[in-house]
Structure formats: structure tokens, C-alpha cells
């Protein structure tokens, strides 16, 4: 017999989709439960008292009926975070909604996992109020590729385990080269100082205690194509919110 519950907990609306004629499906990320999805019966007609409480990225504490498995159903909202510059600025949604999709292709659903549900909303704050979305959505990129199965290693020499000489990356070894190693690898990365730094950071910083960001474009670019070819031949990774991203430049 499935195990069910009336409980309050913390959500994230990640995803809605329409369901029949007049419902709908949306797929919560729950501090307490994981990622859940809950049936809202009438989510479609007007007047619909919990209609603010399912808008994409609402942030809110809620009541509901939890299920170990299969749909859960909403009953009631408490309190709720609406992130209007998000809502309003399509880069800012393109971003956040990237970093909820490498979530949910990370974890399986029902997997209580606490400190990305935290890493989550301190994305959708932060986003919100200006942080350079690029960059964070880096930071997640490059954390969540031990639980894709990818370990590298960004701190130190894979052979030597130096980290007081130049480093490189180097795809076929798993992560850093330093100098003393660099001919095992004709193929290494060729990564400025400046990139290296980055990577080690953003793939061991807490989100929550940076209080700026700010990097050069053009290391933002170096960023971007080595994370890219990472997620392209080691994860095999191919979500259309990150298609989506790399078609806006092009909009201009």
C-alpha cells in the first residue's frame, strides 16, 4: 500500500503542463520530499483560487497531500515568492529554468536532496536581483557533474597532485594537469590563469556567500565552450532550455 500524508513543506514550482480540459500537472522541487509532481484539478478556469501559488518558479510554503509515490495533490498555500524580474526579463527565465531542468535530469523524483532544493531558491533570488545568471548556471554545471557520473578535478594535478605550478585542463585525464605533466596531453585545454581560476571557484563555492560577480567576457566565452564540451562528450546532455540559450545571442 503507497504511503501518503498531509504535510506542509517547501516548494519551488518548477513546471506546469495542461492536463485534461480544465487541469493541470505541476511539478514542485520540495525541500522536504524532492522533486513531486501534483495533480490541480479546475488549475484551468478562471477564478481559480490557487492560481498565483502554481505560476512557473513560485517560491511559497505549502500544504498538500504527499504520496510516496504517484501524484500529489495541493491543498492550500501559506505563504508565497513571486520573482517579478524573472518573470519579465526572458534571459533571466532562460537561466533559471536551465538550472531547475539540470536538477530535475540530475536527481531522480522523490529523493529528498536538501541542499540543492536550498542552492535552488538562492538561485532564484539572487537571478532576481541582477547576479550574472550565466555564472551561476555555471556554478551549477559544474557541481552537479559528480552526481552525473563525471569526477574532475579542478584543484590540483591529477598526476602529481600539485597545485603550486601552472595548471591546464585536460579532458582525457579527468581534470588539471600542472606544467611538469602538460606532455602526456598534446590535446590539453590551453586555459589562461584567469579561466583555471574560475573553474576551480565556481566548482567549489557555496552559492550563498557570494556577494558579486563579476567576470570578462571573454572569459565568460572560455568558460562557456569547456563547460559546453564537457556536458556534449562526458554527460551526453541535451536539454532544449539550453539550446534555447545559446540561440539568444543570436537574436540581435
Not at 46 to 69: C, D, S
Request: aromatic residues 12%.
Amino acid at each position: 500500500m503507497a504511503v501518503q500524508t498531509t504535510a506542509q513543506f517547501e516548494g519551488i514550482v518548477m513546471f506546469r503542463k495542461d492536463y485534461r480540459e480544465r487541469d493541470q500537472l505541476v511539478k514542485f522541487f520540495t525541500r522536504e520530499f524532492g522533486k513531486k509532481m501534483f495533480y490541480i484539478r479546475g488549475a484551468r478556469k478562471r477564478g481559480f483560487k490557487l492560481a498565483a501559488a502554481i505560476l512557473p518558479f513560485t517560491r511559497g510554503t505549502y500544504v498538500g497531500l504527499i504520496r510516496e509515490n504517484g501524484l500529489c495533490y495541493l491543498n492550500a498555500e501559506k505563504k508565497l515568492i513571486q520573482f517579478e524580474q524573472i518573470n519579465q526579463d526572458i534571459e533571466r527565465n532562460a537561466y533559471i529554468t536551465y538550472i531547475l531542468n539540470l536538477i530535475d535530469s540530475a536527481f531522480a523524483d522523490n529523493q529528498s536532496i536538501p541542499v540543492w532544493f536550498d542552492m535552488a531558491a538562492n538561485a532564484l533570488t539572487m537571478i532576481n536581483e541582477g547576479f550574472d545568471p550565466e555564472i551561476i548556471s555555471h556554478i551549477f554545471e559544474l557541481q552537479l557533474l559528480p552526481i552525473f557520473g563525471v569526477q574532475q578535478e579542478w584543484q590540483q594535478c591529477v598526476i602529481c597532485q600539485r597545485n603550486d605550478l601552472p595548471l591546464d585542463y585536460s579532458e582525457s585525464s579527468g581534470g588539471m594537469l600542472c606544467q611538469n605533466h602538460w606532455h602526456l596531453d598534446p590535446q590539453r585545454s590551453h586555459l589562461d590563469r584567469r579561466t583555471i581560476f574560475y573553474l576551480q571557484r565556481l566548482s567549489s563555492i557555496q552559492l550563498k556567500k557570494i556577494r558579486s560577480i563579476k567576470v570578462r567576457n571573454e572569459t565568460k566565452i572560455r568558460l562557456k565552450t569547456l563547460i559546453d564540451t564537457i556536458y556534449q562528450d562526458e554527460v551526453g546532455l541535451s536539454l532544449k532550455s539550453k539550446h534555447f540559450i545559446d540561440t539568444m545571442d543570436s537574436w540581435n
